[in-house]
């Protein structure tokens, strides 16, 4: 049996979730008539201090979604060059919602509101007009960096003062928050949008979350459904949700706690040749020559392990719910006994 490490998005669900599962009450959501994908979609707006949020298939799609509700076409959004949204996304904000993207480089995927007001486009008809940031938190191509709320409120003042909005891409921030001990009510304070994901850490099989005010969720709604996500007795997924919020949070320090353990070992082996900085539970290092990470993932596989490349000499780990404190030592003595020959 392997391990596998590629993301925290291979998690399987427990049967304590498959029973929640099987217990819901379920309707057809298309007619807003499912119990328990509206009990979701309330609880999550009320841990975030908003009025609505939407259940979809995907955090691409609530991200999509998010978008197309906030900009239209000729509008521009900021961003870190590293954002999921610009990466991994298969380009649809230029295809859904027929905007620019402006990229700034940032550090480990966080942007500065420094930064962003040097982004902000003035107002002339040969440019894009500058509608939206979107924030990472944790940063995946960051190496699961974040934000603390402290660095979020003057990018909030600028954005309030510059008439822009600020999403939030919170795929993962649940990781960040049982580090720093915020509250999501106090992030949901500083966003005009949040999309969160069950499906990762939190270990449900499916599903996102977008959160906002009730005109936004309104029209969000309308473009979920013109992009195919309007499930109909999607009570059952939903109910993995609810029991992931409920059971599956605060687990996730240990999650956190195992990825600084294994960048502790990745930096003593003489041919790693850099490890970012580990926040959370994403873990990615740079190889030495001419090591590659083909090379790599290949000898890691014959001892069971898998890892994803990250970019030719670069491998990511990511620790979640079904990586447990056996698999940990187990790896971690594979990483040690690896036959790389020394230069
Ligand atoms: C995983 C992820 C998403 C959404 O991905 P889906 O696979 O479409 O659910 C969005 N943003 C970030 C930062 C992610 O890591």
Known sequence: MSINLISDTVTKPTPAMLQAMFAAEVGDDVFNDDPTVNALQAKAADLFGKEAALFCPSGTMTNQIAIRTHCGQLDEVICDHYSHIFQYETG?????????????????????????????????????????????????????????????????????????????????????????????????????????????????????????????????????????????????????????????????????????VLGETLRQLNWVADVRPVQTNIVIFDLEPPLTAADLLKKLTENGVMAAAFGPATVRLVTHLDFTEEMLATVLSVLKNLDISPK
């Open 92 to 260: 649809g904000y230029a295809a859904n919602s027929g905007v620019a993207i402006n990229l700034i480089a940032g550090t480990n995927g966080k942007i500065t509101a420094p930064q962003i007001e040097a982004a902000i486009k003035p107002n002339y008809d040969w440019l894009p007009a500058s509608r939206l940031v979107v924030l990472e938190n944790t940063a995946n191509k960051g190496g699961g960096s974040y934000y603390t709320i402290g660095e979020i409120k003057p990018i909030r003042e600028l954005c309030k003062a510059r008439g822009l909005i600020l999403h939030l891409d919170g795929a993962r921030l649940f990781n960040a928050l049982v580090e720093t001990g915020e509250s999501t009510h106090d992030w949901g304070q500083e966003f005009d949008s949040i999309s969160i994901c069950l499906s990762k850490g939190l270990g449900a099989p499916v599903g996102s979350l977008l959160i906002g005010n009730q005109d936004f969720i309104a029209k969000a709604r309308r473009f979920r459904k013109v992009m195919g996500g309007g499930m109909r007795q999607a009570g059952y997924l939903a109910a993995a949700g609810i029991f992931a919020l409920e059971n599956q949070v605060e687990r996730l320090k240990d999650d956190n706690r195992r990825a600084r």
